[in-house]
């Protein structure tokens, strides 16, 4: 398996991945904030890589920027979304995935990364939701466990409680 950065080129194969490896009740959603974080422009830029085996892209991961108000030096990046096709889960691909990216971006000097997934996949990583308390997610969540952080570089946070801010394709209540 390899790993490279997404191009807009990639953007069909993309919006596939996502409309298979999720159920039918979100793929559509999913797989159109995917195509849309590609193809907008933020700074500092959403991160995408995709998996490849034997030349065939079987997997997507991005991560996008979030902000914080009032805290110039802070950089934080949240994943979403993630997909592997159906044959190819199991198989460590969203895995390695993940790994690349988390390492991409503590080498890019990002304070935090956060997820809203599946607690007990995403623990395997370092996100934990206590990390998560500080920041407030931008909508109410159905799953407030699954609001989850990792801390890669340190960073100082006001003692209240501070709302992120998402890359618009994630600012999308049905998301959250």
Not at 111 to 122: C, H, I, K, L, T
Not at 159 to 175: F, G
């Amino acid at each position: 398996m390899d790993i490279r950065a997404a191009t807009i080129a990639d953007s069909d194969v993309i919006k596939n991945i996502h409309l298979n490896a999720f159920p039918e009740s979100e793929s559509a959603l999913v797989s159109k904030v995917a195509v849309d974080l590609l193809n907008i422009p933020t700074r500092p830029k959403v991160m995408h890589w995709v998996a490849e085996v034997d030349d065939v892209v079987v997997g997507h991961v991005a991560f996008s920027p979030v902000t914080v108000k009032g805290a110039g030096d802070f950089s934080g990046y949240i994943l979403a979304p993630l997909g592997v096709v159906p044959a190819h889960q199991r198989c460590g691909i969203g895995s390695r995935m993940v790994k690349y990216g988390v390492q991409q971006l503590l080498d890019s000097g990002v304070n935090v990364v956060f997820v809203y997934g599946d607690p007990e996949y995403y623990s395997k990583f370092g996100f934990h939701a206590d990390v998560a308390k500080p920041y407030l997610p931008p909508y109410p969540l159905e799953h407030p466990l699954g609001w989850q952080a990792v801390i890669l570089k340190e960073y100082v946070v006001k003692p209240t409680a501070v709302s992120i801010t998402c890359a618009s394709p994630l600012c999308n209540a049905e998301l959250w």
